[in-house]
Nanobody, 126 residues
Framework: QVRLMESGGGSVQAGGSLNLSCAFS????????MGWFRRRPDQARESREA??????????FYPNSVKGRFTIAHDSADNALYLQMNNLRPEDTAVYYC?????????????????WGQGTQVTVSL
């Protein structure tokens, strides 16, 4: 059973930084594609948009909205996934989720990721 647990969310002012962590446990002998997704307040409950994905081959994807501000990293020793978020903006306010899947690729849509954490709230104020 794969389990993901996010931490590191909180409230910051615009321009600030946060570092999200995702602890990964379970069948760690397999290679997984992993990613960070978010649901903003104006989006449907089941909506998820990718903010950073890391493919099994090491490929990384960032949408233009976060490129240059967010950095995804995986620590194989700790079996943890991180998301460093700098120069945060109010529009980054969202619940952030980490996700993993053995068959998904870095370009895969959220619905192809099988394992999800519970999410962590990030609030950015002016």
């Amino acid at each position: 059973q794969v389990r993901l647990m996010e931490s590191g969310g909180g409230s910051v002012q615009a321009g600030g930084s946060l570092n999200l962590s995702c602890a990964f446990s379970g069948h760690t002998s397999y290679k997984y594609s992993m990613g960070w997704f978010r649901r903003r307040p104006d989006q449907a409950r089941e909506s998820r948009e990718a903010v950073a994905t890391l493919g099994r081959d090491g490929s990384i994807f960032y949408p233009n909205s976060v490129k240059g501000r967010f950095t995804i990293a995986h620590d194989s020793a700790d079996n943890a996934l991180y998301l460093q978020m700098n120069n945060l903006r109010p529009e980054d306010t969202a619940v952030y989720y980490c996700a993993a899947d053995r068959r998904a690729e870095w370009w895969s849509p959220p619905q192809e990721f099988t394992y999800w954490g519970q999410g962590t709230q990030v609030t950015v104020s002016l």
